[in-house]
């Protein structure tokens, strides 16, 4: 069974950053994170497959955020740099087994069987 378990979210001020991590257990081939603002659809920030090492990030986040894994911790980690008012949202890790075809998959909600509670970010302007 899958569990994911995410800390490290918290408040700060823009241009700040912060790094949310996500403790997970079970064999799992993708990982992700997204992010939920009120009145918003959830969306896709940054993936990976954890077999072929293949990353993807969302336009909006790329050159500021990082998607990594500690696999000695079962650990996945997302470093949030030049953090912008409009990255507040609550951030959910996302796993899963099934195979995906191609990579425009890895940041689709619907790729994702196994989530995380989520944490909130909170930037201030």
């Known amino acids: 069974q899958v569990q994911l378990v995410e800390h490290g979210g918290g408040s700060v001020q823009a241009g700040g950053s912060l790094r949310v991590s996500c403790k997970f257990s079970?064999?799992?081939?993708?990982m992700a994170w997204f992010r939920q603002a009120p009145g918003k659809e959830r969306e896709g920030v940054a993936a990976?497959?954890?077999?072929?090492?293949?990353?993807d990030y969302a336009d909006s986040v790329k050159g500021r955020f990082t998607i990594s894994r500690d696999n000695a911790e079962n650990t996945l980690y997302l470093q949030m740099n030049s953090l912008k008012p409009e990255d507040t949202a609550m951030y959910y890790c996302?796993?899963?087994?099934?195979?995906?075809?191609?990579?425009?998959?890895?940041?689709?909600?619907?790729?994702?069987?196994?989530w995380g509670q989520g944490t909130q970010v909170t930037v201030s302007s």
């Open positions: 996302a796993a899963d087994r099934r195979l995906m075809s191609r990579t425009n998959l890895y940041l689709s909600p619907t790729s994702y069987t196994y």
């Open positions: 990976t497959n954890i077999i072929t090492g293949t990353i």
């Open positions: 079970g064999s799992v081939f993708y």
